[in-house]
């Protein structure tokens, strides 16, 4: 059994920067992506930043140059590193996993999700 826990989301001004993290715990090893999701007030969930087991990342064109995703294998995390935050970063952030080779950029390829962590941008 898979579970994603998200942290390190807040309340920033707008240039400012945020680290999320997202520790996974139970048994996921093997070849899998993982990725950041985001959901604006009022809007859908919306893709952020992917990187496929391979190292491979990939990137919303609203986040590239500014956002950074990777992760430590040995401890099992993944990170979202964002700079120059803007206003419209403002959301839930999500992380989910799916077990695979490729790089994934669709809500619904993957199959494990965490709770979410608040950002706001103002």
């Known amino acids: 059994h898979v579970q994603l826990v998200e942290s390190g989301g807040g309340s920033v001004q707008a240039g400012e920067s945020l680290r999320l993290s997202c520790t996974v715990s139970?048994?996921?090893?093997?070849?899998?992506?993982m990725a950041w999701f985001r959901q604006p007030p009022g809007k859908l969930r919306e893709w952020v930043a992917t990187?496929?087991?391979?190292?491979?990342?990939k990137y919303t064109d609203s986040v590239k140059g500014r956002f950074t995703i990777s992760k430590d294998h040995d401890k099992k995390t993944l990170f979202l590193q964002m700079t120059d935050l803007k206003p419209d970063d403002t959301g839930m952030y999500y992380c989910?996993?799916?077990?695979?080779?490729?790089?994934?950029?669709?809500?619904?390829?993957?199959?494990?999700w965490g709770q979410g962590t608040q950002v706001t941008v103002s």
């Open positions: 990187i496929g087991s391979d190292g491979t990342t």
């Open positions: 139970g048994y996921m090893n093997g070849v899998y992506c």
């Open positions: 989910a996993a799916a077990w695979t080779s490729r790089v994934l950029t669709l809500e619904r390829d993957y199959q494990w």
